[in-house]
């Protein structure tokens, strides 16, 4: 098994994560703006992005059921590569749960997701307030663990690169960015 992921699964991980900041960054911005149609442009745009990510994540756990990541450092304690294992699986379910939330939401609350503005997606729910304003509160929450367990995986990572001072955190990076 190598020590550095795949630049597939490198290429992935940025991709995503940088969807992530900006989808997250997008949604806190227009979560408080007034209903306009600035505001309408702007929940497609996260719609949009949504799906993306969600697709880049499906694409991302493919790409990982034939390419196992490399192993933790065996310096590691045994509970301590576990906890990584779970948290890495709650980052995928919670990468899934998400724009799946919004798409549940947005269909409770009877506004189509119509992804890059051509190819609509079917409601998953039918039309109902009450259900739509609890998915809004089951996405924010969602999204604000997400936020929670993402600082967590890079203090752990800059853990890894500044205190352990192993290779955990170089073999996610791009070749030469350690350099």
Same mark, same amino acid.
């Given at each position: ?5 795949? %630049?597939?699964a490198?290429?992935? @991980?940025?991709? #995503? ?6 989808? /997250?960054?997008?949604? /806190? ?5 007034? /209903?306009?149609?600035?505001?309408l442009?702007?929940?497609?745009? &996260?719609?949009?992005?949504g799906?993306?990510? /969600?697709?880049?994540?499906? !694409? +991302? $756990?493919?790409? +990982?059921?034939?390419? %196992? ?11 301590? +590569?576990?906890?990584?294992?779970? !948290? &890495? ?9 998400? %724009?799946v939330?919004g ?10 997701? #119509?992804?890059?503005?051509v190819?609509p997606? %079917? ?6 307030? !009450? ?7 089951? @996405?924010?929450? $969602?999204?604000?663990?997400? $936020?929670?367990?993402?600082?967590? @995986? ?10 352990? +001072?192993?290779?955990?955190?170089? *073999?996610?990076?791009? *070749?030469?960015?350690?350099?």
């Open positions: 098994m190598s020590a550095r992921y795949t %630049p597939v490198i290429a992935l @991980h940025w991709l #995503v994560a940088l969807g992530i900041f900006g989808t /997250f960054a997008l949604g /806190f911005y227009m979560e408080d703006l007034p /209903f306009s149609p600035a505001k442009q702007l929940v497609s745009w &996260h719609k949009w992005a799906v993306t990510l /969600f697709a880049l994540v499906c !694409a +991302r $756990l493919a790409w +990982r059921l034939g390419h %196992p990541p490399p192993a933790l450092p065996d310096t590691m304690p045994a509970l301590l +590569r576990r906890a990584a294992g779970a !948290a &890495h699986g709650l980052l995928y379910l919670l990468m899934l749960a998400i %724009p939330s798409w549940l939401m947005s269909s409770a609350k009877g506004v189509p997701t #119509v992804w890059f503005g190819l997606l %079917p409601d998953l729910v039918a039309k109902d307030k !009450a259900l739509g304003d609890f998915l809004e509160g089951t @996405h924010a929450t $969602l999204n604000y663990t997400l $936020l929670a367990l993402v600082a967590a @995986h890079v203090g752990a990572a800059l853990k890894h690169h500044f205190v352990d +001072r192993d290779d955990v955190l170089a *073999r996610m990076l791009p *070749r030469g960015a350690t350099k």
